[in-house]
């Protein structure tokens, strides 16, 4: 293992100087803390901030790294859910938001290492495979909205399929026969899950799936997809055989259907009954009528991974469980109504 005095004779600096640097002391002039720098980077020094304070091999501390998680506004839910298990037990959380930057995510393993953090939570914005390649980590690792393709670590996911088949079967129960679909960005996984959730549901009461009333809300790739839910509504809705209710990928793209049946000089839901998913209350709540949609369990995904962890061994597995499903529940509001069989 390298150490402290390693580092400090391949810089040729005394170890003081060394750990003044580790501690980000302002006494050392910048060109000889970029020197240090270079041969911490170089050797792959880990400092023990901690040593000290820790007779144990880890801490009370977990860390919890996120691509842009931490930035979004309705999957913060997971930070809160893991902050909510920790807090019981009297343990505190260490987020790093690292933006998909590869070279970032390797900093942080590291700054895991060096904290001696008991394990992490590796979570992303949205429900995706994920490969995490080989961290440097000897701590338990659990996956939340995201899996391994390969299976090597625990993961906690929402049950997109049968919260697909949940909007479906609301609808249907409540007489709709004729039903639309403006879904997420047809490249994304929880988008697949949810068009298998809707057509169970109406293969249960014998409606073919028409796919010229299915609609992508979303286009393009990911990371510069475009909106394009408020034409595809309007399309739907200037059919002559219009849609007596649409089945949304998100409420975001709920929301550009009540425009564009406003545009169309539609009511909601005497006209049309609109079924949103996320939750994402700052729209479902304000919209008028407030939306019936289906929750992303995120506080329950956040809540349970860290269940996980806790109770987990460490490092990569082959052939473990798969994905833990969290249920994603219906939240009935009044843009929804029933229509005669």
Not at 151 to 167: K, L, M, N, S
Request: glycine share 8%; hydrophobic share 40%.
């Amino acid at each position: 293992m390298v150490t402290l005095r390693d580092v400090a004779r391949q810089a040729g600096v005394s170890a003081k100087t060394v750990s003044r640097v580790v501690n980000d002391d302002p006494a050392v002039n910048a060109e000889t803390r970029d020197a240090i720098l270079a041969v911490i980077r170089r050797l792959d020094y880990v400092p023990d901030h901690a040593a000290r304070m820790m007779r144990a091999g880890t801490s009370s501390v977990v860390g919890l790294m996120t691509d842009v998680v931490a930035t979004t506004p309705y999957s913060v839910d997971i930070v809160r859910g893991a902050q909510d298990s920790l807090r019981r037990d009297r343990r505190t959380l260490l987020i790093a938001n690292t933006e998909g930057d590869a070279d970032l995510e390797r900093d942080v393993w590291r700054m895991f290492r060096a904290h001696k953090v008991s394990g992490v939570v590796y979570a992303t914005m949205y429900h995706r495979p994920l490969d995490l390649g080989d961290p440097e980590f000897g701590g338990a690792i659990v996956l939340a909205n995201c899996f391994s393709p390969r299976g090597r670590f625990p993961a906690i996911v929402p049950d997109d399929e049968h919260g697909g088949y949940t909007q479906a079967a609301h609808l249907l129960a409540l007489g709709h026969r004729r039903i639309g679909i403006v879904s997420l960005n047809p490249v994304l996984r929880a988008s697949v899950l949810r068009g298998a959730g809707f057509r169970t549901a109406f293969a249960e009461v014998g409606v073919p799936f028409d796919p010229e009333l299915d609609r992508p809300g979303f286009v393009g790739p990911i990371e510069s997809e475009r909106i394009v839910a408020y034409e595809a509504g309007r399309d739907l809705l200037s059919r002559p055989d219009r849609p007596t209710a649409i089945i949304c990928g998100n409420d975001k793209i709920a929301m550009q259907i009540y425009a564009a049946a406003a545009s169309l000089g539609l009511s909601i839901p005497q006209d049309l009954s609109v079924m949103g998913y996320d939750d994402m209350t700052v729209i479902a709540e304000t919209l008028r009528p407030a939306l019936t949609t289906v929750g992303l369990p995120y506080f329950e995904i956040g809540r349970r991974a860290i269940e996980t962890l806790s109770a987990g061994t460490p490092g990569a597995k082959a052939g473990i469980e798969p994905p833990v499903l969290v249920p994603c529940p219906l939240v009935e509001r009044q843009s929804c109504r029933a229509i005669d069989g």
